[in-house]
Every structure is written in structure tokens, then in C-alpha cells.
């Protein structure tokens, strides 16, 4: 079964420094990915996907995240956090040969960007 | 612009009521799934249907029913028999390709008066 890990429920940064999100999954297929960004009460945007064409995959707004078979991990990151990056992070798998596109998520990361 | 419509935004039960949350999508997409939000458990899965008049239970599909009448529309109820309603719920909708990711609506805060 899919399952994925968010290491850290909360992330505070100072603007202009590294975004570092840790995302660990598992999964006994080669998975898809999906890194996804909620503003308060609102839905999920979608920043960026792995599906098996490029291990490094660049997202929206300066965003990337590189897939690490051997670590199976999925990290996010960004080199310069701005204030508009506080959010809530999400990373998701989907179990490519089973039932489709049913996503596990994680329990999300909350990142404060501090002036 | 294509996208998801929830609605409405924000949503009061009174005790012993159902109440129907609206999942309306101009995408074309056929799959369709239901979540809800609780602070720091990420999303769970409610039910998902991935074609016309076919529906699947998730995780946490208790108290809870959906019909799937029309590709675009995918209405939940949160009956009385969910004893803890309050949550942020949120729709979504994918081409039905395990690759392709999912688009959400914005959501809707349901509160127990």
C-alpha cells in the first residue's frame, strides 16, 4: 500500500532563505508524485508532479522537487522564500497500476516565512 | 475559465439534519472524489467516483452519501448519522489517468449549530 510521510508539521523560515519540505513515501510500484499548496480556506493548487520523465521537476513560482529512488523521497524546496510562500504544503502519491488516480496525501507541512 | 464550483462557502447543520453539499465541473473529467479536512490530518477520503452512476466508498464514507447522476455533478450529504460534521470539505476532479493530478474547488466550512 501507498503511504507518504511530511517530516515536520511546521516550517518557519526568514524570507529570502532556503524552503527546504520533506516528503518520504512509499509505495510498491513506481509512483506518480504531486506537490500540492493550500491558502487558508481555500482548495489545493498544484505546484509540481513526478511522473518518471525527469527525476528533478520544476514547478510554479520558483518551486522544485527532485525524486530520490534509492531515498524514496520527493523533497520540495526553494532557493529565496518570499512572505506570498506562507501556505500549507502537501505531498501525494498515486498508485499508478491500481485503482486510478487515487491520491494518499500526506498531513501537510505549514510554512511561516518570517520578515 | 474551466475549473471546480463548490458550493455554498460556508455551511450551519442543526442537529439531526442532513444537509447537501454542491460539486459542480465544466472539465470534462470523469473521476471525482470527495475529501475532508481536519487541522493537521491532511486529507481523507470520503467516497470517488470515477464514471457516471458509479461510486466508491474511501476511507471515512460514514455518515455520508453521494449520487453521481451527471458526469459534471457529484453532490455529497452529511446525514445525521455523522456525529462530527464540522470540517472543511473539499471536491476534486481528474481526467481519471493515474498520472494526471487533481484539480480542487475552494472548499466548504460545514459548522454544527
Known amino acids: 500500500a501507498q503511504s507518504v510521510t511530511q517530516l515536520g508539521s511546521h516550517v518557519s523560515v526568514s524570507e529570502g532563505a532556503l524552503v527546504l519540505l520533506r516528503c518520504n513515501y512509499s509505495s510498491s510500484v513506481p509512483p506518480y508524485l504531486f506537490w500540492y499548496v493550500q491558502y487558508p480556506n481555500q482548495g489545493l493548487q498544484l505546484l509540481l508532479k513526478?511522473?518518471?520523465?525527469?527525476?528533478l521537476v520544476k514547478g510554479i513560482n520558483g518551486f522544485e522537487a527532485e525524486f530520490k529512488k534509492s531515498e524514496t523521497s520527493f523533497h520540495l524546496t526553494k532557493p529565496s522564500a518570499h512572505m506570498s510562500d506562507a501556505a500549507e504544503y502537501f505531498c501525494?502519491?498515486?498508485?499508478?497500476?491500481?485503482?486510478?488516480?487515487?491520491?494518499?496525501f500526506g498531513k501537510g507541512t505549514k510554512l511561516s516565512v518570517k520578515p | 475559465d474551466g475549473g471546480i464550483t463548490q458550493s455554498p462557502k460556508y455551511l450551519f447543520r442543526k442537529e439531526g439534519q442532513n444537509v447537501t453539499l454542491s460539486c459542480e465541473q465544466n472539465?470534462?473529467?470523469?473521476?471525482m472524489y470527495w475529501y475532508r479536512q481536519d487541522p493537521g490530518q491532511g486529507l481523507r477520503l470520503i467516497y470517488y467516483?470515477?464514471?457516471?452512476?458509479?461510486?466508491q466508498k474511501g476511507d471515512i464514507a460514514e455518515g455520508y452519501s453521494v449520487s453521481r447522476e451527471k458526469k459534471e455533478s457529484f453532490p455529497l450529504t452529511v446525514t445525521s448519522a455523522q456525529k462530527n460534521p464540522t470540517a472543511f470539505y473539499l471536491c476534486a476532479s481528474e481526467a481519471g489517468q493515474g498520472n494526471q493530478p487533481q484539480h480542487f474547488g475552494d472548499g466548504t466550512r460545514l459548522s454544527i449549530l
Open positions: 513526478y511522473t518518471s520523465a525527469a527525476t
Open positions: 501525494a502519491v498515486s498508485d499508478r497500476w491500481g485503482s486510478q488516480g487515487n491520491l494518499i
Open positions: 467516483s470515477q464514471i457516471v452512476n458509479d461510486f
Open positions: 472539465l470534462n473529467h470523469d473521476a
